[in-house]
Every structure is written in C-alpha cells, then in structure tokens.
Antibody
C-alpha cells in the first residue's frame, strides 16, 4: 500500500527557510485521483493544514501561510516538497505529509511526521 | 470555516459509550472527517463523509450528522481507543480546518 515519508533538517535558524521532502512509495504520485498535502502540529496543540499540490503542479495554500509557503512536486522522483520562508519559533512543529482524496478531501495515509525546531 | 469540538477532554472506562461532538461555523453538508491520533503517532482517518467507516476501522466507531453538527460515537470503549480525536471539514474549497481535538483518557 501507499506509504509516505518526510525528510529534511530537524533544526532551522530563525529567518531562514524550512525545507522538507515527502517521498511516496507503493504508488504513483501521478495517479490523478489525489492531492498531496502538508499539515503541521506544534507540540501539544492541534493540526494546521499548510497546503497541497496536484500532480500537474496546481497548488492551494492556507491563507495564513500563503506569503511564506511554496509546495512543489517532482514526479520523476515520486516526491513533493515544502518550503516555508522567514521562519520563527512559532513554526516549530511536527510536519506531516499526507495524501488528500480528490473527491472528499480526507487525509489518508499520513507520513510518520518529522519534528522541525526553529532555534538559533 | 471554524470547527469546534466538545468536550476538549473526557475520562471514561473500558466498555463505556463515548460521544464526541463537532460543530462547524457554517453548513458543510456531510464534508466532515474524523481522525484518531495516538501519542507520538500520525493521525489516522476513522470516518469520512460524516458517516462512512474507513476500511479496517472497528465497527464500534460510528459517525453521524450533517450541516453544522456532527457526532463521533465509540459504542464500547476499548483500551486501544484512548487517544485524541480530531474532526476536519472538507467543504467546497480550501483551507481545510480541524477541530481543536478531544482527548479520551482512562478513568
């Protein structure tokens, strides 16, 4: 079955850019029936949807983060990526990638998550 | 669209019937999904489209509701059900939003 795995630096300095990649295995990212989303969760807090990308490259972003977020896709590597610029301590969180069903927009499956800490 | 869950936490015993509610700030038809998150793990979808059980999810979980008010019910709480539960709306266009979560603890 499809599995997702996040990768990237666990520590980012304030004002720099957070960069993460999600590798999809067990299925093609170009299936056409899914979006591919990023979601984050600060420690002890709830879930925040960051944005998503379709295999064609079309994107949607959360307005609260739109000015700082870029999501891209590399279909040749079956990967999609997140860049979040000008980070602050408030961006410290566990970042998840997840598959987003085109019809109903529920998230399944999810990656295991990766903790990114913003600190100097 | 804002999602509000209640209660924020609850204590229950094995075998209890547990009900969690989720209210949307506007009508979302049945575009409502429920997730379970165990400590240190990623969320897992339990129910989508308000009442459809995801494959492999035990039948003691059920969902109902439409419009603005929704319910997740666990008919007989099991030890593995102690976790945090989130609702998520997927109505119309993004941004998708989650409720703040309901933590189910052992009494």
């Amino acid at each position: 079955q499809v599995q997702l795995q996040e990768s990237g630096p666990g520590l980012v300095k304030p004002s720099q850019t957070l960069s993460l990649t999600c590798t999809v295995s067990g299925g093609s990212i170009t299936s056409g029936t899914y979006y591919w989303s990023w979601i984050r969760q600060p420690a002890g807090k709830g879930l925040e949807w960051i944005g998503r990308i379709y295999d064609s490259g079309g994107t949607n972003y959360n307005p609260s983060l739109r000015s700082r977020v870029t999501i891209s896709v590399d279909t040749s590597k079956n990967q999609f990526s997140l860049k979040l610029s000008s980070v602050t301590a408030a961006d410290t969180a566990v970042y998840y990638c997840a598959r987003d069903d085109v019809v109903g927009n529920w998230f399944d499956p999810w990656g295991q998550g990766t903790l990114v800490t913003v600190s100097s | 669209i804002q999602m509000t869950q209640s209660p924020s936490s609850l204590s229950a015993s094995v075998g209890d019937r547990v009900t969690i509610t989720c209210r949307a700030s506007q009508s979302i038809s049945t575009y409502l999904n429920w997730y379970q998150q165990e400590p240190g793990k990623a969320p897992k979808v339990l129910i989508y489209a308000a009442s459809t059980l995801q494959g492999g999810v035990p039948s003691r979980f059920s969902g109902s509701g439409s419009g603005t008010d929704f319910t997740l019910t666990i008919s007989s709480l099991q030890p593995e059900d102690f976790a945090t539960y989130y609702c998520q709306q997927s109505y119309s266009t993004p941004p998708w939003t989650f409720g703040q979560g309901t933590k189910v603890e052992i009494k």
